[in-house]
């Protein structure tokens, strides 16, 4: 019977994906660098027009960081022809939306509007990249702005300080060693000059892409495009060479204090490959069986079996360069952090030396092929995902054939790679503790 369930569910599966739309796109370069990507989807009166630049929070100098996620806030302040302060004003009386985000690898732009005003989206873009005003009045009020943020989203925040804490012990050369919002001193010292040179270098179109996604008419969209970018002075052309970390082969161990919390946490975290290697991809699927949802091995043996752990979980930090793969716990009771430490290890070593069963295997490839559906389901997402993967990945294609991968990715190969990054010596055990337990 159970046989038969798994051959129904992955025959429901397989219908699903034939049904799936194929993301058709075009893509060109203008004679500036600038890459565009347009989808034409006609099913509903709406256009989306992103821009996504790679820069991000890596991209620094010494004495420097938090400049991607800084500007992230300091281009909404205005340009030439958009008043301060008006750019949401603007967005919103047109019937649209807008937002923006920042990594350590890049930083994305975008708005949503009825297709009729596709225009507007595309001159805003332009406006960003071309004309913004830049000057010491802005500068302010955005650093304000960002320490406030950084007061709500990390200092005062419960467990707000982990993934900083986790970049700088498992990074001691890469920039990734520093948080993507960066040190606010590092923000107060920053000079006018220092902030323009950064726009110059990076905010160009030859370091970045269109995608315009959504009810659109291709031949007038490109001519709208030649026109709000085409004479955008092309930059310099960016070098990267960051430096290369050395491979963790004894275990490392900190402690941190939040005076946020009362549960402490129990953390193992691992250096893994960037998220254009293929073990990367087999990194998600590890995840993925360890602890997506409750009938996940973590959570079945820890949350509901042993009752050792109020959560736990598994999770791939997928970054260009480097990647870090975590699994934390936070103890029941008097379970102690050493017990979650053990007993997190000790699924982790089963992965490493046993083939999962064809069961497991199944209900991974069907959560994976779930996700990639819906991951393709509105224009907002396609949008997205075509600026990521022609940026990042060097590949736009792969909005269609990424679930190919995992596809084609073995239990076997899911034992090599768990037995290749994550073992004791390659680890670091962070304690995420109250603040009160300093006097221990």
Known sequence: MKHKLLLVTAILFNGILAFAQEVNFEEY???????????????APIVTTSVMYHVGGKDRTEGRTGFAHFFEHLLFEGTENIEKGKWFEIVASNGGSNNANTTQDRTYYYEVFPSNNLQLGLWMESERMLHPIID??????QNEVVKEEK????????????????????????????????????LDAATLDDVIAYNKKYYVPNNAVLVVAGDIDLGETKKMVKDYFGSIPKGE???????????????????????????????????TPGFKERDAYVLDMISTYLSDGPSSKLYKKMVDDQKQALQVGAFNISQEDYGMYVVFGLPVGETTLKVLTTEM???IEKVRTTLISEKDYQK??????????????????????????YLLYGDTSLINKEIDIYRSISREEIKEVAS?????????????LPEENTAN
């Open 237 to 271: 052309n960016i070098t990267r060479n960051y430096p290369k970390e050395t491979p963790i082969t004894e275990q490392k161990t900190a402690k941190f204090y939040d005076s946020n919390i009362q549960i402490p946490a129990s953390m193992i975290a691992y250096r």
């Open 151 to 186: 007061r709500l989203r990390y200092d005062n925040s419960p467990y707000g300080q982990f993934l900083p804490v986790l970049g700088k012990n498992l990074f001691e050369k890469h920039p990734y060693k520093d948080p993507n919002i960066g040190y606010m001193e590092d």
């Open 420 to 432: 290749k990054y994550l073992n004791p010596n390659q680890r670091l055990v962070l304690e995420y």
């Open 345 to 347: 290890e000790e699924e």
């Open 364 to 389: 991974i490839q069907n959560k994976f092929e779930n996700q990639f559906v819906n991951s393709n389901s509105n224009v907002e997402g396609i949008a997205n995902s075509l600026a990521r993967y």
């Open 29 to 43: 370069d203008l004679n500036n660098g600038l890459h565009v990507i347009l989808h034409q989807d006609k099913t």
């Open 136 to 141: 010491q009045g802005g500068i302010d009020t």
